[in-house]
Every structure is written in structure tokens, then in C-alpha cells.
């Protein structure tokens, strides 16, 4: 079990504790924990949301539109939304979900009564992202200067010292450097949680201060509304900034670090659960989760709709 620092890890430990075990604990072949479990828990590791999917072909259709423009594929955007909606029949039908080699949509393999509802405000969002992003003008003229600068795209941080142990990885989603400035432009979809904060945004500095010299000064971060097609002024990183960013990353290492045992013991209760009905429903662990899924389940109950008989 590598000890290791990623802002996806992170996020995981930040939204749910229980779900951090699952996720990075409870499959692993060392960790002493129920055999059956564990299997169902591997599986249940590959799922996915209708959020989540929204969130990644747009980010696929972002990339390929300016890694081919002004060439860019006449059915770009058909092609993103077509593998979206293959990803939901696929799910969505349980003859063609066995032996899958695709992506599965949580939503329909746990027979969400909202799945249909959920994936098609997902889809209609990744449509609007796209128009406003190819369409409108004050976003045009953001990745227009993306282009006249240094792309960097999903752009792996490594070579960072460790603490306490721990390696730091990551990737910067999206930013362009022009000669020592760097400019971070936050694509915000409505279709992904999470995004730069302060801790992020540190990180990002002492990488590029590491690898290019350039000043955290220089460093700017931007937001883009895609949803709505509104761009945000740029916002420096100021001193306030990367201090916060810096005691987060300790507390969030020394946190991992008081996790270690119980995970590696395959202590399951030592990891609480967070118990909010908004997550718990979009979480792959639910079936797994026993607080959750009776919270899960509960919830349906209280509208009149019922669980499948769980496994
Ligand atoms: S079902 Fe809820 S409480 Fe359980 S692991 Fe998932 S998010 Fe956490």
C-alpha cells in the first residue's frame, strides 16, 4: 500500500471517511477483511454516476477541441454525447450489463427511481457546457489565449519532496503558461464536485516553482461557468492563499497518516460514516455501506418507491 497524496484521495477522505476505506483500504489483497465483501467492494469500485460521466466527456471534448483546433472533428460533440448515451443503455439494461466491458452507471445498477431523470439533466448539462464553451464569446476569448500560450493539460505534478512519507501526486486540469505567468482556468460544468482551492493551488505552486521558477505571485487562477458561459476575473495567489493551502496539506497528511492502522487492520467502524442522503445515494459503496444503505433505502421508502432485495 502506497502512501501517497493525491487530490482525488483527498476529496474521497474529505466527502466521506467510510467511503475512503472502501476506496483505498478494504479491496486490497493485504488488509485483512471478509473475503465476500471485499470482492463485491473491487467490483463496486469500477461504477460510475451519470454525473461523473457528464463531467468527463466534456472534460475529453475540451481537450480534443483544442488539441485539434482549427481542425476540430465536424461531430466532436455527437461523438462525446453518443458515448454518454451508450454508457446509459449499456447500464441501463441488466442483460447488457453482464460481462460489460464498459463503464456501469451506478444510478441503474442500483435501480435508482431517479436514474432516467438523473442521466438526462446530466446530458442536457453536458450539451449547454459544450454550446456555451464553443459559442460564447467571453469564453472563446479564454481558451483563445490558452492557445496562444503553453497548454498544459491534465498535466501530471510530480518530483515534489514527500512528508511524512507521503509522495505528493496529482495533475493540473487546465492552465496556460506564458513565458513565467501561469494562469489555471477552473472549467465549472455543474456536472463535477470539487475544484481549486487554496490547498490545490498551493500545490500547483511549488511544482511550477519547482520545475519553471516562476513566483507563486505569478500564479492566477480562473473560474469559467460553463453552464451559464460567465467567466470570472483572475484571482492571484496571495500569501493568505498559499498559507492556508500549506496547513491544509499537514493536516490532511497527519489525518491519512492516524487513518493507516485502522485501514490497513481492516477496522471498518473506525471510519465514519457521513450519512448524508445527497452522497449516500451517489455513492458506489452503498450496497457495501451498511449505515448508508439503510439511510438509502429509508429514503426511497419515505416517497414510496422500494429497494431491489440486496445481495
Ligand atoms: S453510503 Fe454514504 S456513508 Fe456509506 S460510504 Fe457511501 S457516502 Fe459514505
Redesign the pocket.
Known sequence: MRQEYSFTKRSVLD?????Y??EYYAANEKVDFDEGRKARIKEAKKLSSVHMLGGIWLHQFIRQFLGSYPNVPADLERQCCAIFDNAVSRSRNPVRRRNAQGLLLLEYVFDDPEAEERARSSRETLIRAIHNFRNTPEVQAVWKDVLRGEAWIERPIGGLPKIDGYGIRGQIDFAVRHDKQVEIVDWKSGLQDGGHDSLQLFIYALWANKQYEIKPEAISVRRVFLGEGRVEPARGLDATALSRGEAKLVQDIALMCEQQEYGKAGTEEA??????VN????????R??????A??QSSRTSTSFTLPVLA
Open positions: 466527502t466521506c471517511s467510510r467511503s476505506f472502501y471510519f465514519t460514516p457521513c450519512l448524508k452522497v449516500c445515494r451517489r455513492c458506489k459503496f452503498q457495501e455501506c451498511p449505515e448508508g444503505r439511510l438509502v
